[in-house]
């Protein structure tokens, strides 16, 4: 009964850029953490690093505890950051820890 939602991908120019909300909601005790990650066509999902190379300096993400929500502030966006974002939780409820994907946003980089 856990949901995540991500929200605030779309299409935008080189150089935008663009802040995506995950919200979680539903039967929540502990989020113990919730991460970024994003899967370009033809290639495998990665975790979203605010210290990768790809994205350091551009990148910002942050996490409201109160309203379960996490947020990944994306500034100079390139066409190479074009891909499907996921948000993914790991939450603990009684006794017991889960995972969740949320269903993803699609963000679209043109040059």
């Known amino acids: 009964q856990v949901q995540l939602v991500e929200s605030g991908g779309g299409l935008v120019q080189s150089g935008g850029s663009l802040r995506l909300s995950c919200a979680a909601s539903g039967s929540i005790f502990t989020i113990n953490r919730m991460d970024w990650y994003r899967q370009a066509p033809g290639k495998q999902r990665e975790l979203v690093s605010p210290?990768?190379?790809?994205?350091k300096g551009r990148f910002i993400i942050s996490r409201d505890n109160a309203n379960n929500t996490v947020y990944l502030q994306m500034n100079s966006l390139k066409p190479e950051d074009t891909a499907v974002y996921y948000c993914?939780?790991?939450?603990?409820?009684?006794?017991?820890?889960?995972?969740?994907w949320g269903q993803g946003t699609q963000v679209t980089v043109s040059s």
């Open positions: 210290y990768s190379d790809s994205v």
């Open positions: 993914h939780a790991e939450i603990t409820r009684g006794a017991r820890s889960f995972a969740y």
